[in-house]
């Protein structure tokens, strides 16, 4: 699984959950009213209860613009994050949109305006929980744990020098070896034809870069 599509797709789907909840009671001597206040991206809902069967709710627009500024860094950085983690060459973009989400959000969350008058003598108890700030939190954990398993996936091959079996004692000698070590046999070169490097008559194939020996016929003895 692509962790870093995942982190892409969960700041899209962030667009469509409320980023801050507020909830809290209303006390008039002795009439209690509950309250609850979700905060989406581009609209708040106001819901209110004042008992059993009496309840009352409503759609607003923001009248901050820093809120829909900061709704529409959280998009920029949800369409940058999918570019990137779909184009491996743009992989940086996944980076550059988590930072934009992260602007976004900090926008959204630590703006607002507000005009309160209360006439009567009301006691009011509230909580506030900004849920959008979890969002980015989430993309740089699995961005963090998609970079630890890229790292684990990268593997040092040792580099193996070719080699050959010689004909005369049948143990493994070096190619570049103008004689074999172990029996004194020599070890005749050819040139490659592609990449001109010299190498062992043994080899079928270059181990430089991989083209076939072509050897020259050998000249017939004349007596």
């Known amino acids: 699984m692509n962790l870093r599509l995942v982190a892409s797709l969960l700041l899209l789907v962030s667009l469509v959950l409320p980023w801050k909840i507020t909830w809290g009671t209303n ?40 809120k829909y500024l900061g709704t529409t860094f959280v998009l920029l950085g949800a369409i940058l994050s999918l570019w990137g983690s779909a184009k491996r060459k743009r992989g940086n973009l996944v980076e550059w949109g988590g930072i934009s989400s992260l602007v976004g959000l900090v926008l959204f969350s630590g703006s607002g305006y507000e005009e309160v008058f209360i ?10 929980l900004p849920v959008g700030m979890f969002f980015p939190v989430f993309f740089w954990i699995l961005i963090f744990i998609y970079s630890q398993k890229a790292k684990q996936r990268v593997v040092k091959i040792p580099f193996m020098k070719s080699g050959f079996f010689c004909g005369e004692c049948g143990k493994e000698v070096l190619s570049e070896f103008v004689f074999c070590p172990f029996c004194g046999k020599e070890n005749r070169k050819v040139t490659c034809k592609s990449c001109g490097i010299t190498v062992s008559v043994q080899n079928t194939f270059c181990p430089h870069c991989g083209s076939k020996i072509r050897r020259e016929p050998e000249k017939a003895l004349v007596l």
């Open 119 to 128: 006439q009567y003598p009301l006691f009011q108890t509230y909580a506030s």
């Open 27 to 66: 006390e008039f001597g002795v009439a209690t009213s509950w309250f609850t206040i979700l905060e989406f991206p581009f609209m708040v809902e106001y819901a209110m209860i004042y008992g059993p069967q009496e309840s009352w709710s409503t759609w607003e627009l923001y009248k901050s613009i820093p």
